[in-house]
């Protein structure tokens, strides 16, 4: 089944359970394991909480979730239009954090690469980031 959806809503931790499960119920007409879902929401909540801790900070913005379905491959695009990466390398590191004070353990970004098949990360300083993430349904 081909499919597309995109929602965009206000980056606050109160919606993160929101775009779990909004994503989750996009993906249940493909038929994939509770463990696909599963690791499908890990990795929505881990890019979610990035944009609005680390894309927003004290501010607020919007966020965007794009998704399609093509085939078995399902596909997601997380996008805040907040501060950006200014280090995109050094960012994907195993617990690197621009949010110490926060006790943040800097693994958001190693726990999508490790629930998804494939992560991407585009981020222009001062204009936001877009985080790309697939996965195999039916693996």
Same mark, same amino acid.
């Given at each position: 089944m081909d499919n597309y959806m995109s929602f965009r809503f206000k980056a606050i931790a109160a919606n993160e359970s929101l775009a779990r499960s909004v994503v989750a119920a996009f993906c249940v007409p493909s038929n994939p394991t509770l463990d696909i879902i599963n690791d499908i929401k890990t990795s929505i909540s881990e890019a979610v909480t990035n944009c609005i801790v680390h894309g927003y900070g004290k501010n607020t913005g919007d966020i965007m979730i794009e998704a399609e379905i093509k085939d078995d491959l399902f596909s997601v695009r997380v996008i805040d239009y907040g501060k950006g990466i200014l280090n995109i390398d050094e960012a994907l590191n +195993? $617990?690197?954090? &621009?949010? @110490? @004070? +926060?006790?943040? /353990?800097? #693994?958001?970004?190693?726990? =999508?690469?490790? $629930? =998804? +098949? /494939? #992560?991407? %990360?585009? /981020? %222009?300083?001062? *204009?936001?980031?877009?985080?790309?993430? &697939?996965?195999? #349904?039916? *693996?």
């Open positions: +195993d $617990f690197y954090t &621009t949010n @110490e @004070e +926060d006790e943040r /353990s800097g #693994l958001g970004f190693t726990i =999508m690469k490790t $629930f =998804m +098949d /494939s #992560l991407e %990360v585009e /981020s %222009v300083w001062g *204009a936001g980031t877009t985080v790309t993430m &697939t996965k195999n #349904l039916n *693996a």
